[in-house]
């Protein structure tokens, strides 16, 4: 089976950096998704990884250490818009997602 | 830029009563998706289907559930007899099945209410 750890919750200020950290335990590893989803909305992707490392795109980045079973979503230049919440989420074998169990980004002024 | 797009927005049925959620994926994907969120709670798979089949299915995808294709744009999730559990935001999510990446899209969900 597959399962992933991550913080309920997160808050910092505008403008500050936040790194929000996910450990996964799973049977086959094909990756490691993000994903935000704003209250009421639906999961909108953010990253993936698949190979060690970190992925940059705009103002998040994400890496990936598969040794240690674990990454780390990084918000930059963080604005009040990014208040939401974050899923890590793996991928079977048959491409359905397992996703943690989210975290609550909360940006103050 | 395409989406996919989900009906109902919102449901609401008696128990007992029979449910049919409809999705439009992406027109170029390949593989089509269920997911559902209890209120305050996390994403959980139910049923992926590629090939015109079901390709996947979780524990919560018993047999009250039933998905289909029935031409090629529409893919459904039928809930034969619906109890209250099974109130939750229902996502439909489609990919196009690449080999590197494969990014599922979701709808913006259908919220069903049991009664």
């Known amino acids: 089976g597959q399962s992933l750890e991550q913080p309920s919750e997160v808050t910092a200020v505008e403008g500050a950096i936040v790194q929000i950290n996910c450990t996964y335990q799973t049977s086959g590893f094909y990756g490691l998704s993000w994903y935000q989803q704003h209250d009421g909305g639906a999961p909108t992707f953010l990253s993936y990884?698949?190979?060690?490392g970190l992925e940059e795109t705009g103002r998040f980045s994400s890496f990936l250490s598969r040794s240690d079973s674990y990454g780390y979503l990084l918000l930059q230049e963080l604005q009040m818009k990014d208040s939401a919440s974050y899923f890590c989420?793996?991928?079977?074998?048959?491409?359905?997602?397992?996703f943690g169990s989210g975290t609550q980004l909360t940006v103050l002024p | 830029e395409p989406e996919v797009t989900q009906t109902p927005s919102h449901q609401v049925t008696q128990m007992g009563q029979e449910v049919i959620l409809r999705c439009v994926p992406i027109?170029?994907?390949?593989?089509f998706y269920w997911y559902r969120q209890i209120l305050g709670q996390k994403v959980e798979f139910l049923v992926s289907f590629y090939n015109n089949e079901i390709s996947e299915k979780s524990e919560i995808f018993d047999d009250q559930f039933s998905v289909e294709r029935p031409d090629g744009s529409n893919f459904t999730l039928k809930i034969r007899s619906t109890k209250l559990e099974d109130s939750a935001m229902y996502f439909c999510a489609s990919s196009e099945g690449g080999i590197s990446t494969d990014t599922q899209y979701f709808g913006p969900g259908t919220r069903l209410t049991v009664l």
């Open positions: 990884n698949a190979l060690d």
């Open positions: 027109s170029n994907h390949l593989y």
């Open positions: 989420a793996v991928p079977g074998s048959a491409r359905q997602l397992t």
